[in-house]
Protein backbone atom coordinates (compact mmCIF):
# COMPACT_ATOMS: atom_id res chain seq x y z
CA UNK A 1 0.00 0.00 0.00
CA UNK A 2 1.80 3.29 -1.02
CA UNK A 3 0.84 6.70 -1.31
CA UNK A 4 -0.65 6.72 1.99
CA UNK A 5 -0.60 8.40 5.05
CA UNK A 6 1.24 7.34 8.13
CA UNK A 7 0.41 8.04 11.17
CA UNK A 8 2.53 8.52 13.93
CA UNK A 9 1.67 8.37 17.63
CA UNK A 10 2.52 7.35 20.69
CA UNK A 11 0.14 4.02 22.22
CA UNK A 12 -1.03 6.62 25.19
CA UNK A 13 -2.84 8.50 22.55
CA UNK A 14 -5.20 5.50 21.22
CA UNK A 15 -8.15 7.24 21.59
CA UNK A 16 -7.64 10.69 19.85
CA UNK A 17 -5.54 8.95 17.13
CA UNK A 18 -8.64 6.15 16.36
CA UNK A 19 -10.89 9.10 16.37
CA UNK A 20 -8.75 11.14 14.19
CA UNK A 21 -7.79 8.54 12.02
CA UNK A 22 -11.27 7.45 11.21
CA UNK A 23 -12.22 10.70 10.35
CA UNK A 24 -9.66 11.05 7.53
CA UNK A 25 -10.87 7.95 6.63
CA UNK A 26 -14.15 8.88 6.42
CA UNK A 27 -12.78 11.46 4.29
CA UNK A 28 -11.36 9.58 1.59
CA UNK A 29 -7.73 10.16 3.26
CA UNK A 30 -5.47 7.18 2.97
CA UNK A 31 -4.19 6.52 5.99
CA UNK A 32 -1.71 3.61 7.46
CA UNK A 33 -2.28 2.84 11.13
CA UNK A 34 -0.77 0.23 12.78
CA UNK A 35 -3.46 -0.77 14.41
CA UNK A 36 -5.20 -1.87 11.09
CA UNK A 37 -2.73 -2.02 8.99
CA UNK A 38 -0.33 -4.72 10.82
CA UNK A 39 -2.03 -8.39 9.70
CA UNK A 40 -1.52 -11.26 12.89
CA UNK A 41 1.38 -12.98 12.51
CA UNK A 42 3.64 -9.81 10.68
CA UNK A 43 7.07 -8.58 11.50
CA UNK A 44 6.11 -5.81 13.45
CA UNK A 45 9.45 -3.68 12.50
CA UNK A 46 9.03 -4.93 9.11
CA UNK A 47 5.87 -3.66 8.59
CA UNK A 48 6.33 -0.24 9.86
CA UNK A 49 9.09 0.49 8.09
CA UNK A 50 7.72 -0.60 4.61
CA UNK A 51 4.72 1.38 5.62
CA UNK A 52 7.06 4.56 6.50
CA UNK A 53 9.12 4.13 2.80
CA UNK A 54 6.14 3.70 1.23
CA UNK A 55 3.98 6.65 2.63
CA UNK A 56 3.56 9.86 1.07
CA UNK A 57 3.17 12.42 4.65
CA UNK A 58 3.25 11.38 8.01
CA UNK A 59 0.68 13.05 11.00
CA UNK A 60 2.88 13.13 14.23
CA UNK A 61 0.30 13.27 17.36
CA UNK A 62 2.37 15.28 19.79
CA UNK A 63 1.80 14.77 23.51
CA UNK A 64 3.82 14.41 26.39
CA UNK A 65 3.48 10.77 26.32
CA UNK A 66 4.86 11.20 22.28
CA UNK A 67 7.77 13.42 22.78
CA UNK A 68 9.16 10.72 25.23
CA UNK A 69 9.01 8.05 23.18
CA UNK A 70 12.23 6.69 21.43
CA UNK A 71 10.06 4.76 18.75
CA UNK A 72 8.04 8.14 17.34
CA UNK A 73 11.02 10.09 17.57
CA UNK A 74 12.76 7.21 14.95
CA UNK A 75 9.45 7.29 12.62
CA UNK A 76 9.17 11.08 12.54
CA UNK A 77 13.10 11.59 11.75
CA UNK A 78 12.83 8.94 9.34
CA UNK A 79 10.19 10.81 7.36
CA UNK A 80 12.29 14.13 7.50
CA UNK A 81 15.45 12.68 6.66
CA UNK A 82 13.15 11.12 3.68
CA UNK A 83 12.36 14.42 2.70
CA UNK A 84 8.67 13.15 3.14
CA UNK A 85 6.10 15.66 4.09
CA UNK A 86 5.70 16.01 8.24
CA UNK A 87 2.45 17.25 9.70
CA UNK A 88 2.57 17.86 13.45
CA UNK A 89 -0.63 17.20 15.43
CA UNK A 90 -0.31 19.45 18.73
CA UNK A 91 -2.77 16.78 20.22
CA UNK A 92 -2.10 18.01 23.97
CA UNK A 93 0.16 20.77 25.32
CA UNK A 94 3.97 19.54 25.36
CA UNK A 95 7.67 20.98 24.42
CA UNK A 96 7.84 20.51 20.55
CA UNK A 97 11.18 18.60 19.69
CA UNK A 98 13.41 21.10 17.80
CA UNK A 99 13.42 19.37 14.52
CA UNK A 100 9.50 19.24 14.36
CA UNK A 101 9.52 23.22 15.74
CA UNK A 102 9.83 24.94 12.33
CA UNK A 103 6.47 22.77 10.35
CA UNK A 104 3.69 24.60 11.25
CA UNK A 105 1.29 22.14 13.18
CA UNK A 106 -2.15 21.73 13.68
CA UNK A 107 -3.36 22.44 16.90
CA UNK A 108 -5.96 20.07 18.12
CA UNK A 109 -5.72 21.30 21.76
CA UNK A 110 -8.55 22.88 22.36
CA UNK A 111 -11.29 20.98 19.63
CA UNK A 112 -11.63 17.12 19.42
CA UNK A 113 -10.48 14.71 16.56
CA UNK A 114 -13.78 15.09 14.93
CA UNK A 115 -13.50 18.21 13.99
CA UNK A 116 -13.46 18.97 10.27
Known amino acids: MGG ?9 DEDFVLKLATNLKNHGVPVWLDQWD ?10 IERALNDC ?3 LVVLSPA ?3 SDEVQSEWLKALDEKKVVIPILYQTCRVP ?5 IQ ?3 FTSRGPDNE
Open 38 to 47: IPSGANWNRT
Open 105 to 107: YID
Open 98 to 102: FRLNS
Open 56 to 58: DSQ
Open 4 to 12: HVFICYSRE
Open 66 to 68: SVK
